[in-house]
């Protein structure tokens, strides 16, 4: 069974940081994708930041430049450092990881489709 776990999230000031981390187990970490997408109340889930196995990265166009996605496959932990936090990064983001060798582009639908979730975890950036 397939568990992913997140934390780092909080409240910070606009322009602050913040590092995100979600914690996997029961599957063998270095052959999935992984990513991170972010949801607010009535609004559609937003892909944020997604990696393959290789390490390629891929991003949203709002958040290129800010975030900044990584993984330690030794501790089967996923990353996302957040800097120049803006109110509208504010939302609950969620860790998500599907098994695949898909190179990062066809990641993104992967993981919306057939992706493991975590519970989430709630950032909040006040102006």
């Known amino acids: 069974q397939v568990q992913l776990v997140e934390s780092g999230g909080g409240s910070v000031q606009a322009g602050g940081s913040l590092r995100l981390s979600c914690v996997a187990s029961g599957y063998t970490y270095s052959t999935y994708c992984m990513g991170w997408f972010r949801q607010t109340p009535g609004k559609e889930r937003e892909g944020v930041a997604a990696?393959?196995?290789?390490?390629?990265?891929s991003y949203a166009d709002s958040v290129k430049g800010r975030f900044t996605i990584s993984k330690d496959n030794a501790k089967n932990t996923l990353f996302l450092q957040m800097n120049s936090l803006k109110p509208e990064d504010t939302a609950t983001y969620y860790c998500?990881?599907?098994?695949?060798?898909?190179?990062?582009?066809?990641?993104?639908?992967?993981?919306?489709?057939?992706?493991?979730w975590g519970q989430g975890t709630q950032v909040t950036v006040s102006s």
């Open positions: 998500a990881a599907v098994a695949s060798r898909s190179t990062v582009e066809g990641c993104w639908r992967l993981l919306e489709d057939n992706g493991y």
């Open positions: 990696i393959d196995s290789d390490g390629s990265t």
